[in-house]
Protein backbone atom coordinates (compact mmCIF):
# COMPACT_ATOMS: atom_id res chain seq x y z
CA UNK A 1 0.00 0.00 0.00
CA UNK A 2 1.14 3.18 -0.72
CA UNK A 3 0.57 6.68 1.13
CA UNK A 4 0.60 9.87 -0.14
CA UNK A 5 0.62 12.52 2.90
CA UNK A 6 2.00 16.08 2.57
CA UNK A 7 2.95 17.00 5.83
CA UNK A 8 6.29 17.87 8.09
CA UNK A 9 6.24 14.48 10.43
CA UNK A 10 5.39 12.07 7.25
CA UNK A 11 8.25 13.92 5.86
CA UNK A 12 10.29 12.89 8.90
CA UNK A 13 9.01 9.65 9.50
CA UNK A 14 9.91 8.61 5.34
CA UNK A 15 13.15 10.20 5.40
CA UNK A 16 14.41 8.08 8.52
CA UNK A 17 13.91 5.34 6.38
CA UNK A 18 17.03 5.97 4.84
CA UNK A 19 19.97 4.50 7.19
CA UNK A 20 22.90 6.73 8.14
CA UNK A 21 25.96 6.78 9.46
CA UNK A 22 26.16 9.19 12.98
CA UNK A 23 28.79 11.57 13.36
CA UNK A 24 29.70 14.08 15.83
CA UNK A 25 30.78 17.27 14.98
CA UNK A 26 33.21 19.18 17.65
CA UNK A 27 34.11 22.79 18.32
CA UNK A 28 35.43 25.10 20.49
CA UNK A 29 38.82 25.90 22.47
CA UNK A 30 37.37 25.62 26.24
CA UNK A 31 37.74 22.72 28.80
CA UNK A 32 35.30 20.64 26.72
CA UNK A 33 34.08 21.43 23.19
CA UNK A 34 30.69 21.87 22.00
CA UNK A 35 29.34 19.27 20.28
CA UNK A 36 26.50 17.70 17.77
CA UNK A 37 25.23 14.91 16.72
CA UNK A 38 24.80 14.54 13.00
CA UNK A 39 23.57 12.05 10.63
CA UNK A 40 23.48 14.82 7.10
CA UNK A 41 27.19 14.53 6.32
CA UNK A 42 28.28 14.45 3.03
CA UNK A 43 31.90 14.23 0.90
CA UNK A 44 31.73 17.19 -1.70
CA UNK A 45 34.72 17.38 -3.17
CA UNK A 46 38.59 15.13 -3.15
CA UNK A 47 40.13 18.47 -4.55
CA UNK A 48 39.99 20.11 -2.83
CA UNK A 49 38.90 18.20 0.10
CA UNK A 50 35.60 19.44 1.03
CA UNK A 51 32.88 18.07 3.28
CA UNK A 52 29.49 19.34 4.83
CA UNK A 53 27.01 18.95 7.06
CA UNK A 54 23.56 20.99 8.22
CA UNK A 55 22.77 22.29 11.49
CA UNK A 56 19.41 23.29 12.73
CA UNK A 57 19.64 27.64 12.87
CA UNK A 58 20.45 28.08 16.15
CA UNK A 59 22.29 25.28 16.88
CA UNK A 60 24.96 26.24 19.89
CA UNK A 61 27.86 24.09 17.82
CA UNK A 62 27.60 25.81 14.83
CA UNK A 63 27.57 29.13 16.20
CA UNK A 64 30.81 28.20 18.00
CA UNK A 65 32.22 26.65 14.33
CA UNK A 66 31.24 29.86 12.46
CA UNK A 67 33.25 31.64 15.46
CA UNK A 68 36.47 29.54 15.41
CA UNK A 69 36.46 28.86 11.93
CA UNK A 70 37.11 25.15 12.92
CA UNK A 71 35.60 21.65 13.77
CA UNK A 72 36.36 18.05 13.85
CA UNK A 73 34.23 15.76 12.37
CA UNK A 74 34.14 11.86 13.93
CA UNK A 75 32.51 9.21 12.39
CA UNK A 76 31.37 6.54 15.34
CA UNK A 77 31.91 3.11 15.79
CA UNK A 78 28.64 1.19 17.41
CA UNK A 79 31.33 1.16 20.62
CA UNK A 80 30.34 5.14 21.04
CA UNK A 81 26.12 5.09 21.28
CA UNK A 82 27.14 6.95 24.52
CA UNK A 83 28.64 10.10 22.76
CA UNK A 84 26.25 10.22 19.93
CA UNK A 85 23.39 10.17 23.16
CA UNK A 86 25.48 13.28 24.84
CA UNK A 87 26.07 15.20 22.06
CA UNK A 88 22.29 14.69 20.68
CA UNK A 89 21.08 16.43 24.41
CA UNK A 90 21.48 12.98 26.89
CA UNK A 91 23.70 14.23 29.27
CA UNK A 92 26.73 11.60 29.85
CA UNK A 93 28.95 11.74 33.07
CA UNK A 94 32.63 11.86 32.60
CA UNK A 95 31.87 12.51 28.70
CA UNK A 96 35.45 14.01 28.64
CA UNK A 97 37.08 10.40 28.67
CA UNK A 98 35.79 9.71 25.39
CA UNK A 99 37.54 13.25 23.74
CA UNK A 100 40.99 13.85 22.92
CA UNK A 101 42.74 16.68 21.45
CA UNK A 102 44.82 16.56 18.21
CA UNK A 103 46.38 19.03 16.71
CA UNK A 104 44.56 21.82 18.76
CA UNK A 105 41.05 20.63 17.72
CA UNK A 106 38.94 17.69 19.78
CA UNK A 107 38.09 14.54 18.33
CA UNK A 108 36.27 11.91 19.79
CA UNK A 109 38.86 8.97 20.59
CA UNK A 110 39.15 5.68 18.60
CA UNK A 111 36.28 7.26 16.18
CA UNK A 112 36.54 5.14 13.10
CA UNK A 113 37.96 8.02 11.32
CA UNK A 114 38.24 11.86 12.82
CA UNK A 115 38.39 15.17 9.97
CA UNK A 116 39.99 18.12 10.98
CA UNK A 117 38.38 21.24 9.11
CA UNK A 118 38.71 24.43 8.76
CA UNK A 119 34.82 26.27 7.66
CA UNK A 120 34.90 27.58 4.40
CA UNK A 121 31.10 28.11 3.79
CA UNK A 122 27.97 28.22 5.57
CA UNK A 123 24.86 28.37 3.91
CA UNK A 124 21.40 29.25 4.81
CA UNK A 125 18.91 26.81 3.56
CA UNK A 126 15.85 26.52 4.62
CA UNK A 127 15.20 25.53 8.65
CA UNK A 128 18.71 24.70 8.46
CA UNK A 129 22.40 25.98 7.98
CA UNK A 130 24.95 23.81 5.84
CA UNK A 131 28.47 24.11 6.78
CA UNK A 132 31.39 23.06 4.43
CA UNK A 133 34.71 22.70 5.84
CA UNK A 134 38.01 21.56 4.38
CA UNK A 135 39.59 18.91 5.58
CA UNK A 136 43.57 19.55 6.62
CA UNK A 137 44.33 15.98 8.42
CA UNK A 138 42.57 12.61 8.60
CA UNK A 139 42.78 10.28 11.53
CA UNK A 140 41.65 7.04 12.24
CA UNK A 141 41.48 3.48 13.37
CA UNK A 142 43.72 1.26 11.65
CA UNK A 143 41.03 -1.33 11.02
CA UNK A 144 37.40 0.04 11.03
CA UNK A 145 35.00 -1.02 13.72
CA UNK A 146 31.68 -1.68 13.18
CA UNK A 147 29.71 1.67 11.99
CA UNK A 148 26.84 3.24 14.87
CA UNK A 149 23.59 3.33 12.14
CA UNK A 150 20.62 5.07 12.52
CA UNK A 151 17.22 3.84 10.61
CA UNK A 152 13.61 4.95 11.33
CA UNK A 153 13.95 7.03 14.82
CA UNK A 154 16.79 4.89 16.32
CA UNK A 155 20.12 3.14 16.81
CA UNK A 156 20.52 0.19 14.12
CA UNK A 157 22.42 -3.35 15.04
CA UNK A 158 25.91 -3.40 14.36
CA UNK A 159 26.79 -4.59 10.86
CA UNK A 160 28.75 -7.32 12.30
CA UNK A 161 29.95 -9.10 15.18
CA UNK A 162 31.90 -5.69 16.45
CA UNK A 163 30.31 -4.20 19.63
Not at 108 to 124: K, M, P, Q, R, W
Request: proline share 4%.
Amino acid sequence: MLFDEDDTQRYRRMFGRYPTGVAVCLAGDGALPDGMTINSLTSVSLEPQLLSFCARKGSRTARRVRETEKFSINLLTVRQETVSQHFSGTYAENIHKYLIRRQGFWCVDEANASFLCHLTHSIALGDHDMLVGQVIRTYGLMRALSPLMYFQGRYAPPLRGDS
